[in-house]
């Protein structure tokens, strides 16, 4: 079997500019944040990201100008933040293209790539005008290959014409780059707690790069199959990145911290405030290991690092201080 | 008896609780809505099953989660899996009996905007972070309760976006849109308690909160609200409030301290 471990900043060059990407995660949990980073230090342009509820993930490469078309359903830290500031900045400023789906539709339409069929039929969104309003044009839509000639279709169900259904048309990427707890230099992948769609995401995409808290041996995930999601012959390269998903939490792992995302969001507010936050955490860094020093080094890592008992850190203070 | 103290905020977590009956399996989003599910499962429904869209299934959440996607839902959950699993066969598959949703602007009819403000959807005003689950949960879900803040401009005639669809047009138009279930049940305000007609689906006043009258509730309404029936709202039980301050919220993450207090005689 080949080793599939590569150095990060390697692996994020295999990105070219105008991609096409998903990242694995849900809003403040297991986003592969490193990797990222990595992205918006090398100044990718025009990405096409596919999402169902990213959040800091995208909005910093949309505030640093990496990215030109996304579809996506939500994209926010939920109660650390209701609304990412960047991709609320770029789609007020007419800087960014979107459609809008829901998370069922999105995660449904990576679904669908992942089983080699061109759409699925849901029983969302009827009514709603997510179906009935499409923000890229027809023209925007012919222009590109790689967005669907239509957002959605209704149809009658062909077995009973009063049975309606939506049909969410399938996702492929050229990328999925998700962030794990534990990887093989095989490709096998342990997640732990929640997967959100992980697996679709990865399953629909060309290359797929796994970035791990830890690097393990295979006979160690193969004592339980069960807990392995994906097959390792799908995974391209892995890249053992520890606290790869900070700001955000690793569940088992380590709790996000508020603070870092506190000065996050205070800094994406404005435009000069956020390049002084990308000055300081990403182009002023040259190295994960040199981003986890100038956020707060092993001091921070000590207050953020999970309780076994609970996964999480249960005395970890979340208030915001406004 | 003692007077009681509460803030608007512990009220209105105190009557979303109210709206989940034991043993039922809720859909709980972030903020309030947690506060309520956590509060109804520590009190009147200690058998209610909370799904989070993120992948969880009957969490018995020991601190609040600030994400559906937090590694606290993972506490005491029967079952941890992806989106899709919970999409496809809970919600869609009509297991879920209730559902919490909220938006920037609610209409009359309990349809619901939380993408964007402004008449031209390509070329929004003010954005807001999308549907996530909300449309999916507003289609499939046995029922909805709406919880929001209550002005005027958010509850227009007509919202500028349907994120998520409630009663549609009013009548029998949810059903004629192809939707198989569902609908919204109540509208939990920061200013009373709207329940729905079920005939016409118009949203009608079911109570205001202590303090305030029917009148200058309907006067904070964009559309006609029928006020005839609306009493007050029931406050809050001395144990509700010493469980969600306690026990659900601590931290007073969701329950700001510097709320005005509203203190009533308890009967």
Known sequence: ?322 | MADIRYTLTELMAVTAAREIQDGEVVFAGTGLPMLGAMLAQRTHAPHCCIIFEAGTVASQLAHLPMSVGDPRVMRGAAMAAGLSEVFTYVLQAGRVDVGFLSGAQIDRFGNINSTAIGSDARHPQVRFSGSGGSCDIACLAQRTVIIAQHEKRRFPEKVDYVTSPGWLAGGDSRRKAGLVRGGPSVVVTTKGVMRFRSDTRAMYLASFHAGLTAQAVADDTGFPLDIEAAVETPAPTPDEVRILREAVDPERIFLKSNQQIIQVHSE
């Open chain 1, 1 to 322: 079997m080949a080793d599939k471990i590569i150095g990060l900043a390697e692996a994020a060059a295999l990105v070219p500019d105008g991609a096409t990407l998903s990242f694995g995660g849900f809003t403040t949990q297991r986003h592969p944040m490193a990797f990222i980073y990595e992205l918006v230090r090398l100044r990718r342009r025009d990405l096409y990201l596919f999402g169902h509820s990213p959040g800091g993930d995208w909005d910093i490469l949309i505030g640093a100008g990496c990215v030109k078309r996304v579809e996506l359903a939500y994209e926010a830290d939920e109660a650390f933040n209701t609304i990412g500031p960047r991709w609320r900045l770029a789609v007020q400023r007419g800087q960014i293209e979107w459609e809008d789906y829901s998370n069922f539709a999105m995660v449904s339409r990576f679904t669908a790539g992942a089983m080699g069929i061109p759409f699925m039929p849901i029983r969302s969104l009827l009514g709603s005008d997510v179906l009935a309003c499409q923000t890229l044009s027809d023209q925007q839509r012919a222009a590109d290959p790689r967005t669907s000639p239509r957002k959605l279709h209704v149809m009658a169900s062909p077995f009973c014409a009063a049975d309606c259904v939506v049909l969410v048309p399938a996702i492929h990427t050229e990328f999925a780059v998700l962030h794990a707890q534990k990887a093989t230099e095989h490709g096998t992948v342990r997640i732990e707690g929640q997967t959100f769609a992980d697996v679709q995401q990865a399953l629909c995409a060309d290359t797929v790069i796994v970035t791990a808290e830890e690097i393990v041996e295979e006979e160690e995930l193969r004592r339980e199959p069960e807990r392995n999601p994906l097959p390792y012959f799908a995974v391209t390269h892995v890249c053992h990145v520890p606290f790869g998903a900070h700001p955000y939490a690793v569940f088992n792992y380590y709790d996000y911290d508020p603070r870092q995302l506190k000065l996050y969001h205070e800094a994406a507010k404005e435009d000069t405030t956020f390049e002084r936050y990308l000055d300081q955490f990403v182009y002023g860094v040259r190295r994960h290991a040199e981003y986890l020093e100038a956020m707060g080094g092993a001091a921070q890592i000590e207050r953020l690092r999970a309780d076994p008992a609970y996964g999480y850190r249960p005395d970890l203070r979340r208030r915001r201080l406004d």
